[in-house]
């Protein structure tokens, strides 16, 4: 599985981005796909996650701000960023897991994201 990230910028407190992120190669196998975000400094951390049912996920720092969504393939995903704070500036990487536990996520590469007036 193949993922390719897009959408990140710089972006005045308050705006809003669009990231979308792109699977390709054996996106049958795929069982959920994500974002995660990693800020200089700190770890990576979960954004938000949505699985093949549907169900979706979001770390509590984004609720109600930030909405995870996908094509009706299924092979893209897309976190749509509102209200956004200086606190969001990071690098924004999708992720896909797949059915099968054994096998490690897939990553994409990352995309920066700066908040700032």
């Known amino acids: 599985v193949q993922l390719q990230a897009s959408g990140g910028g710089l972006v005045q407190p308050g705006g809003s981005l669009r990231l979308s992120c792109a699977a390709s190669g054996d996106v049958y196998e795929i069982d959920a796909m994500g974002w995660y975000r990693q800020a200089p400094g700190r770890q990576r951390e979960l954004v938000a996650r949505i699985d093949h049912a549907g169900r979706k996920k979001y770390a509590d720092a984004v609720k109600g701000r930030f909405t995870i969504s996908e094509d009706d393939t299924g092979n893209m995903s897309f976190l749509q960023m509102n209200s956004l704070r200086q606190e969001d500036t990071a690098v924004y990487y999708c992720?896909?897991?797949?059915?099968?536990?054994?096998?490690?996520?897939?990553w994409g590469q990352g995309t920066q994201v700066t908040v700032s007036s």
């Open positions: 992720n896909a897991e797949l059915f099968d536990s054994r096998v490690a996520p897939f």
